[in-house]
């Protein structure tokens, strides 16, 4: 069993960043490839970005290459998404979600464990 809590969100300018956090607990996480998601009003959850360990394979929405990164440390069973050149299309809440297989990380539904969620507001 996996908690994962995310925290970091706000609001923020457009052009501004923000740096979401996925804090985990119990047991295994580093088993587990880590996915951003978001979810905006009256919209599906969507696939952000994802991680498979520490430094290896990542995989990035196209609307977010190059604005956002995604990282992991393991020693601290924590999983992060620096977020810059926000935009108001940005805004939705985001949640993290483990999954066991890399390959399927940008599928809502295979995702094993899923955090509660928190709001990111881009104002422009």
């Known amino acids: 069993q996996v908690q994962l809590v995310e925290s970091g969100g706000g609001l923020v300018q457009a052009g501004n960043s923000l740096k979401l956090s996925c804090a985990a607990s119990?047991?295994?996480?580093?088993?587990?490839?880590i996915a951003w998601f978001r979810q905006a009003p009256g919209k599906e959850r969507d696939f952000v970005a994802a991680?498979?360990?520490?430094?290896?394979?990542?995989d990035y929405k196209d609307s977010v290459k190059g604005r956002f990164a995604i990282s992991r440390d393991d020693a601290k069973n924590t999983v992060y998404l620096q977020m810059n050149s926000l935009k108001p299309e940005d805004t939705a809440v985001y949640y993290c979600?483990?999954?066991?297989?890399?390959?399927?990380?940008?599928?809502?539904?295979?995702?094993?464990?899923w955090g509660q969620g928190t709001q990111v507001t881009v104002s422009s």
């Open positions: 979600a483990a999954h066991e297989q890399y390959a399927r990380t940008r599928v809502a539904g295979a995702a094993r464990y």
């Open positions: 991680i498979s360990w520490p430094g290896g394979p990542t």
């Open positions: 119990g047991r295994g996480f580093s088993r587990y490839a």
